[in-house]
């Protein structure tokens, strides 16, 4: 997959180029102005709803610009059944606007005493790697498509975990047949908060997997043992860090459609067209003098 333009995994193009979130601050100057921006993401649960203003909107970006939808309630990783009300919404989304890619979070939401508003750990076992792998098939299966599924970004871990996460990505792609979700900035939250080193991380990362790339900012504090502790904010910039190591990842493999985050305290739309922008230079720079393909303006 690491061809100048890596094939789509949905029925449209996903163009090797960055993107944003689509946030409804945005809406009319997006569609009023056609702005030089790759494409758009939207969180599919915003849009589950019978119609309304989000879905008119959406289909006049969706007219103009390739979109991707980014599920965060299906609880991939919860040891109960998923819940088909929700799967089944979340296909009427994906029929109805056809996006470029499909993804979800390697993460669990729900149990016996309902729904947490929260995207929590999976431990890294051969049984909840059983699973996944059954939850992802399922999802693909009821979709008619692949899906990708995102690294999470975590505050603990299991002492009982029989293999790394790396693992864990790179056995429920090959099982599953879905791609991944390589997010940048969950590495660096995970590897400050557990003391690992996230360019290794990146190094070892299954990259012929990969369908899209996600970078954020993120906040950091101090916990209650004086230790620094890194939490997975979206409500600022793009961090230097996750600057850095998406350059080490672009040295190693051929771009893939890259999205800015920004989900909290949402900035005036210049603001996010210049971290897009920023990473379109990367990724231009990152190709043969053939990337022209990729629509990326010289």
């Known amino acids: ?35 030089d921006v ?17 879905h008119a909107w959406l289909d006049a970006v969706r007219a103009d610009y390739p979109v991707s939808v980014h599920g965060v309630g299906l609880s991939i990783g919860g040891d109960r059944p998923l819940d088909r009300r929700h799967l089944a919404r979340l296909r009427q989304v994906v029929e109805r606007f056809e996006p470029a890619l499909v993804s979800e979070h390697l993460a669990w939401s729900t149990h016996d005493a309902g729904y947490v508003n929260d995207l929590l750990p999976v431990p890294y076992t051969r049984e909840a790697l059983e699973r996944v792998v059954a939850h992802v098939s399922e999802v693909q299966e009821c979709l008619r498509r ?77 916990d209650d043992r004086g230790e620094t502790l890194c939490i997975d904010a979206h409500d600022r910039a793009v961090d230097d860090t996750v600057w850095a190591l998406y350059r080490r990842v672009l040295v190693r493999a051929a771009p893939r459609p890259t999205l800015i985050e920004w989900d909290a305290d949402i900035p005036p739309w210049p603001v996010l067209l210049a971290e897009a922008h920023t990473a379109d230079g ?3 720079d990152a190709l043969p003098v053939e990337g022209g393909r990729c629509g990326i303006p010289r």
């Open 282 to 284: 990367l990724i231009l």
């Open 38 to 54: 790759g494409w758009f993401e939207v969180h599919a649960e915003n849009y589950m709803g019978a119609g309304g203003p989000p």
């Open 1 to 35: 997959m690491d061809d100048l333009t890596m094939p789509s995994l949905g029925d449209g193009p996903a163009p090797v180029r960055a993107g944003v979130g689509l946030k409804p601050e945005h809406y009319r100057t997006i569609v009023d102005e056609r702005p």
């Open 146 to 222: 692949p899906v990708l599924i995102e690294n999470p970004a975590t505050y603990v871990r299991f002492h009982d975990d029989e293999m790394s996460e790396v693992a864990f990505l790179g056995a429920l792609a090959r099982r599953s047949g879905c791609g991944l979700l390589l997010d940048v900035n969950n590495v660096v939250v995970s590897a400050t908060n557990h003391g690992f080193d996230a360019a290794a991380y990146l190094d070892d990362f299954p990259m012929d997997a990969v369908g899209e790339i996600h970078l954020a900012g993120h906040a950091r504090t101090v």
